[in-house]
């Protein structure tokens, strides 16, 4: 068997492993995925008429889906964080390290579940936003195929910086607030609110952070609004964040376990 075969087997085989863990263990995800559905509700129905600047809850309803989304899986790649620590500190790392598999399978196993769970949970946000209002009457099919790649390309982003977290956390307490980040980021972006209505020395932190480039974007692909620049930064910021993250645990890895 060649060494790409062994490495889809094994790889196959430690998806089905965290897949296993999350399907048995759901208050994790449930506890993740309730942040995002919570500011949802909370920002239409008690902050959308005075956040809508007269435009109507409507309105801001379509205005902030694109960052709840973006913020969905922020609060999910978590999970990756607290599972990678959990088996780091747990000593099955050492198991497996001691075992004839793949070294990669361990955490392109945790990647791609994680993953799978990211576009699940946005998919279910989705369906949150979209039975309290929410419509894309401008996207076609190229523009929603755009979009799914969009999320797809930051939840890899997201998970592989998650894991690097997970491996430098010395138990899944640490992991989870070492994590944080990655919920908060949202906060200060266009998620919420316009660029333009922020102070004027906050504006390019805001506006050139990871989170509203993309923001932007799937806000344009979805309603129809102006692209620009953000589609690149988009870009830049996920292979960035990918290629940062996946170095980051690789070599972590490498080391002796904790």
């Known amino acids: 068997m060649s060494s790409l075969s062994l490495a889809l087997r094994d790889s ?6 965290n897949l296993l ?19 949802l509700l909370l920002f239409v129905y008690i902050f959308g008429d005075a956040m809508s600047g007269g435009a109507g809850r409507d309105a801001y309803i379509a205005y902030i889906v694109p960052g709840i989304l973006l913020m969905t899986i922020g609060s999910t790649v978590i999970g990756a964080a607290v599972s990678v620590a959990t088996d780091m500190s747990g000593g099955i790392i050492a198991r497996f390290r001691s075992m004839a598999i793949h ?17 699940a949970s946005v ?8 039975a309290i209002g929410f419509r894309s009457t401008d996207a076609g099919v190229l523009e929603w195929l755009a979009a ?7 939840a890899l ?3 592989w910086i998650a894991v690097g977290m997970g491996m ?19 906060l200060i972006s266009s998620a919420f609110t316009p660029i333009d209505a922020m102070p004027g020395w906050f504006q390019p932190i805001a506006e050139y952070q990871p989170f509203t480039p993309a923001i932007e974007t799937l806000r ?27 170095r980051w645990s690789t070599s972590s890895f490498k080391r002796d376990p904790k």
């Open 123 to 130: 998919v279910l946000v989705g369906a949150v936003a979209v």
């Open 12 to 17: 196959s085989t430690m998806l089905r492993r």
């Open 220 to 246: 344009g692909l979805l309603l129809g609004t102006e692209i620009g620049h953000n589609g690149w930064l988009a870009l830049a910021w996920s292979l960035a964040l990918t290629a940062l993250g996946y």
């Open 103 to 119: 070294r990669s399978s361990v955490l392109i196993g945790h990647v791609i579940g994680s993953v799978l769970q990211s576009i």
């Open 148 to 154: 799914f790649g969009l999320v797809a390309l930051y």
């Open 21 to 39: 863990h999350a399907r048995r263990y759901p208050s994790l995800t449930l506890n993740l995925l309730m942040t995002p559905v919570m500011l």
């Open 157 to 159: 982003a997201l998970t």
């Open 168 to 186: 430098a956390s010395p138990n899944a307490e640490a992991a989870s607030n070492s994590a944080m980040p990655l919920i908060l980021l949202p």
